[in-house]
T-cell receptor, first 115, second 112 residues
């Protein structure tokens, strides 16, 4: 248990479904991240929410929609996904302070399969 | 475009030997970090080296950074079977500390 909890751990959904991934951190961090990890590909930064900025990877399709209601919770809303969206979705958090000290704590991931 | 690239993609060594993994990156960085991932799980932070540092040690880990060559190396000494995992370098961009970009990883296997 790292202090970053992701639910569900496994999700199977059809292309017409709407589902959400949830991430919660109890570390007092002030930044949260979504990464996508597909087989044989580098981790892809999808979204960042921090006190300083919100970062959005422009290559992420609009069928992925993030929501960060507060500094402890992060959601990834999914709708009309494609089979190629099947991947491990990793949430991370960090304490952003002085520049250069941004270390990520990851959750265990949510394994998504789109049929 | 991909910021970091690890080399080699896969490495298999005998237990007790040293393992060296390399990482190259493209843009100016604030710091460079190494993470470890056991199969299908989240990543775990190992060590961070700042852009003004050249070498750092932590237990059996030794990291070097050459900003002129935009490269880093991770050395694991006296490897153990439990070191079997994937290892990733990650760079925090100078232009945006929030953007932490990962390389493609090196898959390390330790043979008993």
């Amino acid at each position: 248990e790292t202090g970053v909890t992701q639910t569900p751990r496994h999700l199977v959904m059809g292309m017409t479904n709407k589902k959400s991934l949830k991430c919660e951190q109890h570390l007092g961090h002030n930044a949260m991240y979504w990464y996508k990890q597909s087989a044989k590909k580098p981790l892809e930064l999808m979204f960042v929410y921090s006190l300083e900025e919100r970062v959005e990877n422009n290559s992420v399709p609009s069928r992925f929609s993030p929501e960060c209601p507060n500094s402890s919770h992060l959601f990834l809303h999914l709708h009309t996904l494609q089979p190629e969206d099947s991947a491990l979705y990793l949430c991370a958090s960090s304490s952003q302070g002085a520049k250069g000290a941004n270390v990520l704590t990851f959750g265990a991931g949510s394994r998504l399969t789109v049929l | 475009s991909q910021q970091g690239e690890e080399d080699p993609q896969a490495l298999s060594i005998q237990e007790g030997e040293n393992a060296t993994m390399n990482c190259s990156y493209k843009t100016s960085i604030n710091n460079l970090q190494w993470y470890r991932q056991n199969s299908g799980r989240g990543l775990v932070h190992l060590i961070l080296i700042r852009s003004n540092e050249r070498e750092k040690h932590s237990g059996r880990l030794r990291v070097t950074l050459d900003t002129s060559k935009k490269s880093s190396s991770l050395l694991i000494t006296a490897s153990r079977a439990a070191d079997t995992a994937s290892y990733f370098c990650a760079t925090a961009l100078y232009s945006s500390a929030s953007k932490i970009i990962f390389g493609s990883g090196t898959r390390l296997s330790i043979r008993p």
